[in-house]
C-alpha cells in the first residue's frame, strides 16, 4: 500500500527570515500606502453614550529603502484608539502591519477623527513623522436608516489580476427620505462598474450598484481589505462603510499555513490556505494530541482557532497536510431503495455546515444597521464567560 504525501508545518518555522546586504549608504524609509481609515459603528446607546463596540484595522507599512526598518512608536492621539506594532523589522521592498483598534466604549453619537503618529528608524522620522488618520462615526442602532447589504463581503481566495464583481443592495429603513450620493470613496483595489444615482431615497425596495475588486501584486499572500463608502445627506446617518475582504494567493501553489496572531482569551487565529486544484486534509495537532481536523477546498481559504494556550504553548502546535486526500464518495442508491421517511417526531434534522463555508454575502453580527465592516467584538457583562 502506498503511503500517501504528506507535510509538515510547525508554527516555530512559521517566522519570516531574511538575509540583508550591508551597505555602507544603505538606509531604512518608511512609505505609508494607506493613510486614512473610515469607521462607522452603529450601536445601542442606553445612556447617551455607546456601549461595548470595538473594531480593529492593519495599515500597511512599506519599507521602500535599503536597510531593515523597525517601527519604534505610533502613538495614539486619544484614549479610545490603541496601536500594537509590528513584532519584527521590516526588510527591504517588504510590508509590515500595524494595528488599531478603535473602541467606543462611552463615546457619544457623532463624528470622530483622530491620528496616530508613526515613528521609526527612518532618517526623516526624526522631524517629520508619518502620521495617519482615522475617521468614526458613532450611530445609535435605532436611528440607523440606511442598510447596505452586505455591509462585510468575503470574497475567499482570489489571484492577483483576477477581477471579482461585487453587487451590493442597499435601501432606506427608515421612515423618512434622505438624500443619498454615489460613492465618494472608494479603495483603489475597487472599480466602479455601476454606481448608486443622487436622489432622495425613500423607504422601498432596495436597489443595485456594482463593484469590481481586483488585487495588486502587492497584496500577494496575505488578508485584504477593501473600503467604499455611502454618503447620505441624513445628519443621523451620513454615511455606510461598507469592505470587500479576501486572501490574495501567494505566487506560489501548495498549501500556507498563515499565522495572524488575534489573541483573544489565549486563542489564536491562523489561516489555511489552499492554493492548489484540490481539497486536501489538515491536521491541526498539539504535541500528540489531535486538536482539529478539516477539509479545505480547492483553491480556497478557511480559518482555524486555537484552543486557548500560552504564547509558549502555542509553539507546540503543528499542521500535517494530506496532500493525498481522497474525499468519500457516497455509495450509489439502490434503486429498488424505498425513498427516505421523514425523520421520527423528536429526530434531530439538522446537518453541520462545512466550516469556511458561509454564504458570501453573509453579514457580520451586529452589521444589520448599516455600519461597520471591520473585524468587531461586542462588549460582554462582566463576570460572564466568553
Excluded at 165 to 176: K, L, R, T, V
Excluded at 343 to 369: F, H, K, L, M
Aim: some cysteine.
Amino acid at each position: 500500500m502506498r503511503r500517501g504525501r504528506a507535510a509538515w508545518i510547525c508554527l516555530g518555522a512559521l517566522g519570516a527570515c531574511g538575509m540583508l546586504a550591508a551597505s555602507a549608504a544603505a538606509q531604512p524609509e518608511l512609505t505609508i500606502e494607506e493613510k486614512e481609515r473610515i469607521w462607522d459603528l452603529a450601536v445601542d446607546v442606553p445612556a447617551g453614550v455607546a456601549v461595548g463596540k470595538t473594531v480593529e484595522h492593519e495599515f500597511l507599512l512599506l519599507n521602500s529603502g535599503t536597510e531593515a526598518l523597525k517601527i519604534t512608536e505610533a502613538k495614539a492621539g486619544d484614549p479610545y484608539l490603541t496601536t500594537q506594532l509590528p513584532d519584527e523589522k521590516i526588510a527591504p521592498g517588504k510590508r509590515g502591519l500595524l494595528k488599531a483598534v478603535f473602541n467606543a466604549e462611552g463615546l457619544e453619537p457623532g463624528e470622530i477623527e483622530t491620528h496616530i503618529v508613526v515613528k521609526s528608524t527612518d532618517p526623516a522620522s526624526a522631524t517629520k513623522p508619518a502620521v495617519l488618520t482615522v475617521k468614526a462615526t458613532v450611530i445609535p442602532r435605532a436611528e440607523a436608516l440606511l442598510v447596505v447589504k452586505p455591509q462585510v463581503r468575503d470574497i475567499g481566495l482570489v489571484r492577483v489580476g483576477q477581477p471579482r464583481s461585487i453587487i451590493c443592495g442597499y435601501e432606506n429603513a427608515g421612515s423618512e427620505a434622505f438624500e443619498i450620493y454615489p460613492l465618494y470613496y472608494v479603495d483603489k483595489r475597487l472599480r466602479i462598474v455601476r454606481d448608486i444615482e443622487r436622489e432622495v431615497l425613500k423607504p422601498g425596495p432596495p436597489k443595485e450598484f456594482e463593484l469590481e475588486f481586483k488585487a495588486l501584486a502587492e497584496d500577494a499572500g496575505r488578508e485584504v481589505d477593501a473600503v467604499f463608502v455611502v454618503k447620505t445627506g441624513s445628519e443621523k446617518q451620513p454615511r455606510a462603510v461598507c469592505r470587500v475582504r479576501g486572501y490574495v494567493a501567494p505566487a506560489e501553489e501548495g498549501v500556507h499555513i498563515v499565522p495572524e496572531y488575534r489573541s483573544r482569551e489565549g486563542r489564536y487565529d491562523f489561516r489555511i490556505v489552499n492554493n492548489t486544484e484540490r481539497a486536501v486534509e489538515v491536521v491541526a495537532t498539539r504535541g500528540e494530541t489531535e486538536i482539529k481536523r478539516t477539509v479545505v477546498q480547492a483553491e480556497s481559504t478557511q480559518r482555524f482557532v486555537s484552543p486557548a494556550v500560552t504564547e509558549e504553548e502555542l509553539k507546540e502546535i503543528s499542521f500535517q497536510v494530506n496532500l493525498d486526500f481522497v474525499p468519500a464518495v457516497p455509495p450509489p442508491k439502490d434503486e429498488g431503495a424505498e425513498e427516505a421517511t421523514s425523520p421520527e417526531a423528536g429526530e434531530s434534522t439538522e446537518t453541520d455546515t462545512p466550516e469556511g463555508g458561509a454564504s458570501e454575502e453573509a453579514d457580520e453580527p451586529g452589521d444589520d444597521a448599516g455600519a461597520g465592516g471591520e473585524t468587531e467584538t461586542e462588549a460582554e457583562p462582566e463576570g460572564e464567560g466568553g
